[in-house]
């Protein structure tokens, strides 16, 4: 099994902060990687793919980088629609997801 | 775009089976550039991927939960199921049903991420 591993698991910022979350791969992935947002109640919404792609439509203040065993996700400058939960989630060889990050406000 | 949407009981009973309908609108689940999925989260909890299905009907299945799951596909009705047997406690979580695209490249074919998914449907396992 591919362990995932984020942090942090909490992350309080205000509305204006560059947010950078870490997803770390117990064995390299390389770029086979996924960024979702949830909101209490709703589905995941994929962010981003392929590590660094940008899924159509989601603001371009979401970027990822990253190859191998670990990856971030950055928001530039937080806006008060993006305090949420994020999961990454590695697709190279079945499928696991981090725990998730917790961004909430400070 | 491609909807999704979860049916089933919400109530089961332990040792009983679990078992969840996907129906799928806005394109066709025999579609070669899709597998479909199942994913769970317990409540208050993180995401699990439970199994994936091609229109063909190959399955894919989380090794920790194999034993107990079999997924198929119906494609007179634009369907997929997933049914879970002996559920526990444990097994009370939200269902959630998605699509994710597929990739062919030198003669093999690979999932991606999950790009389409449904509302979800809260399961609870309980006498």
């Known amino acids: 099994d591919i362990q995932m591993t984020q942090s942090p698991s909490t992350l309080s910022a205000s509305v204006g902060d560059r947010v950078t979350i870490t997803c770390r791969a117990s064995?390299?992935?390389?770029?086979?990687l996924a960024w979702y947002q949830q909101k209490p109640g709703k589905a995941p919404k994929l962010l981003i793919y392929?590590?660094?792609s940008l899924e159509s439509g989601v603001p371009s203040r979401f970027s990822g980088s990253g190859s191998g065993t670990e990856f971030t996700l950055t928001i530039s400058s937080l806006q008060p629609d993006d305090f949420a939960t994020y999961y990454c989630?590695?697709?190279?060889?079945?499928?696991?997801f981090g725990g998730g990050t917790k961004v909430e406000i400070k | 775009q491609l909807q999704l949407q979860e049916s089933g009981p919400g109530l089961v009973k332990p040792s009983e089976t679990l078992s969840l309908t996907c129906t799928v609108s806005?394109?066709?689940?025999?579609?070669?550039?899709?597998?479909w999925g199942w994913i769970r989260q317990p409540p208050g909890k993180g995401l699990e991927w439970i199994g994936s299905?091609?229109?063909?009907?190959?399955?894919y299945y989380n090794p920790s939960l194999k034993s107990r799951v079999t997924i198929s596909v119906d494609t007179s009705k634009n369907q997929f199921s997933l049914k879970l047997s002996s559920v526990t406690a444990a097994d009370t979580a939200v269902y959630y049903c998605?699509?994710?695209?597929?990739?062919?490249?030198?003669?093999?074919?690979?999932?991606?991420?999950?790009?389409?998914w449904g509302q979800g449907t809260l399961v609870t396992v309980s006498s």
């Open positions: 392929k590590a660094s």
């Open positions: 064995q390299s992935i390389s770029s086979w």
């Open positions: 989630q590695q697709y190279n060889i079945q499928d696991t």
């Open positions: 806005g394109g066709s689940i025999s579609s070669s550039s899709y597998y």
């Open positions: 299905i091609y229109y063909s009907g190959s399955t």
């Open positions: 998605a699509s994710r695209p597929r990739r062919c490249s030198g003669g093999s074919c690979y999932q991606y991420y999950f790009d389409y």
